[in-house]
């Protein structure tokens, strides 16, 4: 039996996108931990726009705050809100708090004097709007030692266009609780279409919180998480399992365990009204049942028995897994390759 999402360890619960009164959230540091912890997470990004601010001092036995950023570049403008690329830098190492894609654009005078490093000032990158710069930045920040994700494309009001030629993204979010409760809702297909380019972005699920949780019933707040399963609560575990892809995305379902062998998937999971294989060859399957299920057995053999002809290479590569609940809300596993299932 092959275990997809590891058989050692626990699962950690994460919000990888997050934003505080360091740059334009309601909550400080200290208060996004102690909400964050009491409804059972372990783990936040604390990626507020422009800074990387780490947080060591948030840090213990039970909680890790991942050094981070959410970086813009903006591009043309329309109905006075720009298109942009916003991409959030996941730092490997805590102390890592360098980019050479440190711009001076957003800040306040005073956010500026409080978080901005004499390190950070040496840099000026001209955030250009282009695929090209973009991907240069991906580079750069890959080489300091970043997992860099696209974040909120659909809010962003990009298109193909705008992303289908990047390259080296960690994850790309496939829900944004703000942009969802905004009435933008991010979907799995520029990871499907990056996958078809033989790049393998991991679907993300976040909050992007800027609120307080008793804000008001649409607090964006505890919408969208990531359990990332390592085998401790320790930074380099838990970066490490997070570019592994040893985790899954949710906006409320979660997956207990997901395992292949002779063909078969099986799958453990809350509650469930369907759940569902998707593949890249137009081959998926579904399981429901009259009242929920909490666990499943797929055939995966239509799939694995496609002919595959080589110079079609990128078709017949994939499958993922969605889990939906009752009310809709859904689980969203990375691409499983052809041969991680086979081998
Ligand atoms: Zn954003
Ligand atoms: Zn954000």
């Not at 002809?309 to 009752?326: A, F, G, L, N, Q």
Request: hydrophobic residues 35%; charged residues 25%; glycine residues 6%.
């Amino acid at each position: 039996m092959k275990h997809l999402l590891p058989e050692s360890g626990r699962f950690y619960k994460a919000n990888l996108h997050m934003h505080t009164t360091i740059s334009d959230g309601k909550m400080t540091p200290e208060e996004t931990k102690a909400a964050y912890k009491s409804r059972g997470y372990s783990i936040v990004a604390f990626t507020d726009h422009e800074v990387i601010v780490p947080h060591p001092e948030l840090c213990d036995e039970n909680f890790l705050a991942i050094t981070s950023t959410e970086y813009c570049v903006a591009g043309h403008v329309v109905n006075s809100v720009p298109i942009c690329y916003h991409l959030n830098f996941l730092a490997k190492r805590p102390d890592l708090t360098v980019s050479s894609s440190h711009s001076h654009i957003w800040l306040s005078p005073k956010q500026k004097e409080l978080y901005v490093t004499e390190e950070m000032s040496a840099y000026d990158d001209p955030r250009t709007y282009s695929v090209e710069h973009v991907n240069d930045m991906i580079a750069r920040a890959r080489e300091e030692g970043f997992l860099v994700t696209l974040n909120h494309p659909y809010w962003s009001t990009q298109t193909y266009a705008d992303y289908a030629g990047l390259k080296g993204l960690f994850g790309i979010e496939c829900y944004n609780n703000g942009c969802f409760l905004a009435g933008y809702e991010d979907s799995m297909q520029p990871i499907d279409d990056l996958l078809h380019f033989d790049e393998c972005p991991f679907p993300l699920a976040t909050d992007d919180a800027h609120g307080k949780p008793n804000d008001s019933t649409d607090s964006d707040c505890f919408g969208g998480f990531v359990m990332i399963k390592a085998d401790k609560l320790d930074y380099t575990a838990v970066m490490t399992a997070l570019e592994r892809g040893d985790f899954y995305a949710s906006s409320g379902p979660e997956i207990h365990s997901l395992t292949v062998e002779d063909g078969k998937l099986k799958l453990t999971c809350t509650p469930a009204a369907k759940i569902i294989v998707t593949s890249d060859c137009r081959w998926a399957t579904r399981k429901t049942a009259d009242a929920p299920i909490t666990e499943a057995e797929i055939d995966l053999s239509g799939w694995l028995n496609l002919p595959r002809v080589p110079e079609h290479r990128v078709c017949t590569s994939y499958i993922r897994v969605t889990v939906v609940d009752e009310k809709g809300d859904r689980a969203w596993t990375r691409a499983y390759q052809l041969d991680e299932i086979t081998k």
